[in-house]
């Protein structure tokens, strides 16, 4: 059983910095690509950005510029470093990694942590 724990979250001023971080734990045989998500109460579950194994990245139009997201493939750990936030970046935001069982690639999720961004 592979599970995702995130930290980082927290209240954060406007223009402000806050760094999220996820680890994998438990029996790891292979992780693919890793990704941030976030959801504002009331949203839908939306794309913030994705890592890919090798290193390759894609950002959400909205974070472009101003977040960034890294990984350590040997502590099996994804980062968001989030800079000049804005009050609309404030969502639960949610650690996405795909692990791969024998053949089959399957989506993992974390709990969730919170940031809140004030004006």
């Known amino acids: 059983q592979v599970q995702l724990v995130e930290s980082g979250g927290g209240l954060v001023q406007a223009g402000g910095s806050l760094r999220l971080s996820c680890a994998a734990s438990g029996t790891i045989f292979s992780i693919g690509a890793m990704a941030w998500y976030r959801q504002a109460p009331g949203k839908q579950r939306d794309f913030v950005a994705v890592?890919?194994?090798?290193?390759?990245?894609n950002y959400a139009d909205s974070v472009k510029g101003r977040f960034t997201i890294s990984r350590d493939n040997a502590k099996n750990t994804v980062y968001l470093q989030m800079n000049s936030v804005k009050p609309e970046d404030t969502a639960v935001y949610y650690c996405?990694?795909?692990?791969?069982?024998?053949?089959?690639?399957?989506?993992?999720w974390g709990q969730g942590t919170q940031v809140t961004v004030s004006s």
């Open positions: 996405n990694a795909n692990h791969k069982y024998g053949t089959t690639w399957v989506p993992l």
């Open positions: 890592i890919a194994s090798g290193g390759s990245t």
